[in-house]
């Protein structure tokens, strides 16, 4: 490889800065604008109060110091609990909220610290303001990108743990690199100590951290030869490493691995000591050999009444933990390695210090907290926790070698877990920038990949480290989280799963601003560098390209003339740097000085490339920016404010859950409610909690842990534990009589009254729908079948009065898929009490619902479209037309449209041909065919609806498009042949009686149509 200053010009005039020492400074300005600047954008869009999925949950436990879901974030809630105390001016959840911004905008800082070390090194060190400017504009661009990537911005809106574990997981890749630049100074092995001691620490925050462990492990020994041949330093990493397997296997081999550490630190500084050692190391190791058939080990043995392997035989906890034995006993056996066992006793020692902080569970736990999830008092039942039996696994491992999707969908663009798709929509949105100007992300690849390729160039082990680091948060992600797209027996990834790949896009982001920087030292270094760059590594760069874009293709499945021409011209180029040889000739002739026209093109690309991040904020900013969004909290207040004091209501998962959580654990908001989530109560510790909280339970504990889902064998159905628990609460919950004092006639009802969240699916109500009375976001348990389906006065009450609706209407906040999805139930509501005012031919209250909905909720097609049926019911045909006329342009005018508002389209049609307006009816659906072109069933409808107006013309016509279209619908190709040889007219006689299009029944479905993700998975 050619020496980093073998391509400089031999006469070089350039402006010297006049303090060579004064970079350090720089870096750390610089290190600190790009902290604030991310800090200031991410606190000015932060969610002022709680959010969807868990960050409801770890605001609340943050302010009680409660126990979340498995696998818990100790360090994140003690973290969380301090901000709660600073005198910030703002409510607890916003204070959590910005704690998050803050762990975000360091990691951001620690991000442009790492760039500016690697750019440093590909100068020397920098010697000149031009170096410098380069330095800066690779690192700030780079750590911008990383910042500002929608993924990682959306977590550092809210009370999210990706924040903490990415300050983490930059820290430990700083510290490698700083460990690198001293590797031959014995005492840089502080570095790796305290990088083992970060990464435990960081499991209190989020297991992503761990992530880090193979790509530091490889650096290390690639790095340095010692630690190649270093046994010692090999072992005690592969007892770190053990934190990813199972409890027992990384609690019993750590206990042993301290042991056998302290001995051979202490002992085997001399003969005798060694010998010692070795006797008690091999009397051990027979002892664990013969254990080996029990699957067990001796703390096993020793501590088995705690749940470990004494009670639950496990053959590789076993093993393992002869592995270390023999391993001590044989590296003693042959050299001396003193130092190395002190180091690697201290390293486990903080290792285990810093896992320690899980304690914090098992004491949160037995003070029985609000929130205590899996009451993991003991040490079984931690065990259970840390190995998050809650979601039916004991190892991820397994699950990662049992394919849950397609690769296609886990590699491409499906819209749950599809990395691809991610990635290229990270720093624009394809909505206000299309793909085709970024290559379909593809220009993203290539900047990040030219990146690590010159930082490999320059630096081969930094170079190294950086790819390692991100092939493992992107690739060895995926293949390890095993995301499933419901093919394979398993539904459906429930939400979006980005935010797992947040390491991932951080260290793509950076590499995009290397690749900046490499384009940059190109022209700075002139042609020679360039041609320098492609001897070097460029075969190996673009055969790696071609055969990883063949790889991907066949994975993928789409994309394919990207693929294809990647693969091939990566191929080509390949070839052609493989015979490309450097001329040792020096050009003879007049020199020209062209440094100031290269320093000029390096300040102008220099200034764009620093520009380029804020393309994500210009694009993003509305979709990121959550700072008056109050539609979690406001949804949460209603569902819980609609239950009658004291009563209970059944929700259904995390969403309909974690807010009613917060809203009862900080703000105090109807804490008499009894919160009684569905899929928790498929476990026994949940119902032993709620039982405990006063929720009627009349079984015993020895009868909850009986408790076990079975198939009914009557109809083949498997009964869920939840199933029987919702009866029994019902059925245990005591009734009342009241007398009418009008009638004297008694009625019966349930005290407390019981209640289920709209978001509960109808078969998750076991049977109970013809006693459910609707009143808004929930419905009422009744003990008469007979009672109206939906209480008028109290539906109207909720709705009307007692509801908040805070930002709802105003089109500048932004509404997620998520927040559209659950809004859909307010919709439901007002279009339900709409109807049943219609049932009693009540005009007003008709006029006054449709009037309030259309105040209160933002545009949605369903809602449009029953409001105009409603409409023309009153013979109101202004409104009708008035409603159309707003939500055409609405959907017409989105670049993403949602293919089902293609039905508000068919629905005013109907309204209009059902009344004889035949010429709106005709004006609906070819608006509608303009906007949905390729909707089958809009265009069977308009097909049906000219054949009954007998308009040849247009049918003949329109069928013609279609079949060119859609050669392959072979039922319109027959039809369109059929009319092309006089079939219509044959059709048409003798004339029949003509029929109406089908209709759609406007009476919407008592059962939400959004439902919650569920907790247990």
């Not at 704690?99 to 060190?125: D, E």
């Not at 749950?416 to 991610?422: D, I, L, P, Q, Y």
């Not at 917060?662 to 039982?691: C, E, G, M």
């Not at 013609?960 to 006089?982: A, L």
């Amino acid at each position: 490889m050619a020496n980093i200053n073998s391509s400089s010009p031999k006469k070089n005039v350039e402006l010297v800065c006049p303090q060579i020492s004064s970079w350090p400074l720089i870096r750390d300005i610089g290190a600190f604008l790009v902290f604030l600047i991310t800090l200031i954008i991410y606190s000015k869009t932060a969610q002022p109060t709680v959010s969807f999925w868990d960050c409801g949950e770890f605001i609340s436990c943050s302010y009680l110091l409660a126990v979340p879901h498995p696998p818990g974030a100790p360090l994140f809630l003690l973290l969380g609990r301090l901000f709660s105390l600073l005198p910030l001016g703002v409510e607890i959840a916003h204070k959590i909220n910005w704690m998050s911004s803050l762990f975000n905008a360091l990691t951001i800082g620690m991000i442009f610290l790492i760039l500016a070390r690697v750019l440093n090194r590909w100068f020397g060190h920098v010697k000149n303001w031009t170096e410098v400017f380069i330095a800066i504009v690779g690192a700030g661009a780079g750590a911008l990108l990383a910042g500002l990537g929608t993924t990682f911005w959306n977590n550092a809106v809210e009370a999210e743990v990706y924040g903490l574990a990415m300050f983490i997981t930059a820290i430990v890749v700083y510290l490698a690199i700083l460990w690198s630049e001293q590797h031959k100074d014995p005492r840089s092995d502080r570095f790796i100590i305290l990088t083992a001691f970060l990464l435990y620490l960081g499991i209190g925050a989020h297991m992503t951290t761990l992530i880090m462990l193979p790509p530091l492990f490889l650096f290390y020994i690639i790095m340095d030869k010692a630690k190649r041949k270093n046994p010692v330093f090999w072992l005690t990493w592969f007892i770190l490493f053990l934190v990813a397997t199972e409890f027992n296997m990384f609690v019993e081999s750590f206990m042993c691995a301290l042991v056998i550490f302290a001995l051979a630190a202490v002992m085997t500084n001399n003969s005798n000591g060694k010998t010692v050692f070795l006797v008690i190391s091999a009397f051990w190791g027979i002892i664990q050999l013969i254990l080996i058939t029990k699957g067990t080990t001796i703390p096993g043995i020793l501590f088995k009444e705690y749940g470990l392997s004494g009670e639950t035989p496990s053959t590789l906890t076993a093993i393992a933990q002869l592995i270390i034995i023999a391993g001590a006993f044989f590296i003693v056996l042959t050299k001396n390695y003193i130092v190395e066992w002190r180091k690697g006793f201290i390293t486990i020692l903080l290792a285990t210090i810093a896992f320690g902080m899980h304690s914090y569970t098992i004491i949160r736990s037995r003070a029985n907290p609000y929130i205590d999830e899996n009451d993991p008092e003991t040490i079984e039942e931690f065990r259970d926790y840390m190995d998050r039996k809650q979601y039916g696994q004991s190892s991820l491992w397994v699950v990662m070698l049992t394919r849950k999707g397609a690769w296609s969908s886990q590699f491409g663009t499906h819209m749950r877990m599809g990395f691809w798709g991610f990635f290229r929509d990270q720093w624009s949105d394809p909505k206000q920038i299309p793909r085709k100007f970024t290559l379909n992300g593809w220009l993203f690849f290539i900047l990040a990949y030219l990146g690590v390729a010159y930082a490999a160039y320059r630096n081969p082990k930094w170079g190294i480290l950086l790819f390692m680091v991100t092939l493992i948060s992107t690739i060895g992600l995926l293949v390890y989280l095993n995301f499933s797209d419901g093919t394979r027996t398993i539904h459906m990834e429930v939400r979006d799963r980005d935010y797992f790949y947040t390491p991932g896009f951080m260290f793509m982001g950076a590499l995009m601003g290397l690749g900046f920087a490499a384009i940059l030292s190109f022209i700075y270094r002139g042609f020679r560098e360039i041609v320098s760059f492609l001897n070097n590594i460029g075969p190996f760069m673009f055969f790696i390209i071609a055969f990883a874009s063949l790889i991907i293709m066949g994975l993928v499945r789409q994309d394919i003339p990207y693929f294809l021409g990647t693969a091939i011209g990566s191929f080509i180029a390949g070839i052609l740097c493989t015979f490309i040889r450097l001329s040792k000739q020096t050009e003879q002739g007049t020199e020209i000085n062209l440094n100031a026209i290269k320093n000029i093109v390096i300040v102008i690309l220099g200034l764009i490339f620093l520009i380029t991040p804020s393309i994500s904020p210009a694009t993003y900013w509305f979709e990121n920016d959550r700072s008056r969004n109050y539609i979690p909290y406001d949804y949460a207040f209603n569902i819980l404010d609609s239950v009658d004091k004291d009563g209970i209501i059944f929700t259904n998962g995390d969403n309909d859950t974690f807010p009613l959580w917060f809203l009862q654990a900080v703000p105090k908001v109807r804490t008499d409610v009894k919160i009684v989530n569905l899929s928790l109560l498929n476990t026994q510790w949940y119902i032993k909690q709620i039982k405990r909280d006063g929720v009627p339970i009349k079984l015993n504990e020895q009868q909850i842990d009986r408790l076990r889902a079975y198939r009914d064998p009557a109809t083949g159905e498997i009964i869920r534990v939840q199933d029987l628990m919702v009866e029994h609460i019902i059925n245990s919950t005591p009734i009342k009589t009241r007398t009418d004092s009008d009638t004297t006639e008694p009625s019966y009802y349930l005290d407390p009254p019981v209640f289920f969240a709209v978001t509960v699916a109808p078969d998750n109500k076991v049977g109970y729908d013809p006693y459910l009375v609707m009143e808004g976001l929930v419905y009422r348990v009744t003990t008469d079948k007979e009672s109206p389906k939906v209480d008028i006065e109290r539906m109207k009450y909720n709705l009307f009065e007692r509801y908040q609706y805070r930002g709802l209407k105003d089109s500048t906040i932004y509404k997620d898929e998520n927040s559209k999805k659950l809004l859909q139930n307010y919709t439901t509501g007002f279009i339900t009490l709409a109807y049943e005012y219609r049932k009693k031919n009540d005009t007003t209250g008709v006029m006054e619902t449709l009037e309030k909905m259309g105040e209160v909720i933002p545009f949605d097609w369903r809602a449009n479209s029953f409001a105009g049926e409603f409409y023309s019911w009153l013979g109101m045909w202004d409104k009708v037309d008035s409603l159309f006329a707003d939500a055409k342009p609405r959907i017409a005018n989105r670049i993403e449209k949602d293919p089902d508002e293609a039905r508000l389209f068919q629905m005013f049609f109907e309204i209009y041909y059902r009344s004889g307006k035949i010429q709106q009816a005709r004006e609906a659906m070819k608006a509608g065919l303009e906007t949905f072109p390729d909707d089958r069933q809009l265009f069977q409808a308009y097909i049906g609806f000219l054949y009954k107006i007998r308009d040849k013309e247009a049918l003949v016509k329109n069928l013609e498009i279609w079949t060119t279209k859609h050669p392959d619908d072979k039922q319109y190709v027959d039809f369109y042949n059929q009319v092309r040889q006089g079939a219509l007219e044959q059709m048409w006689k003798p004339r029949v009686e003509e029929t109406l299009p089908a209709t759609t029944d406007i009476k919407p479905k008592t059962s939400s149509p959004a439902q919650s993700d569920v907790i247990i998975r």
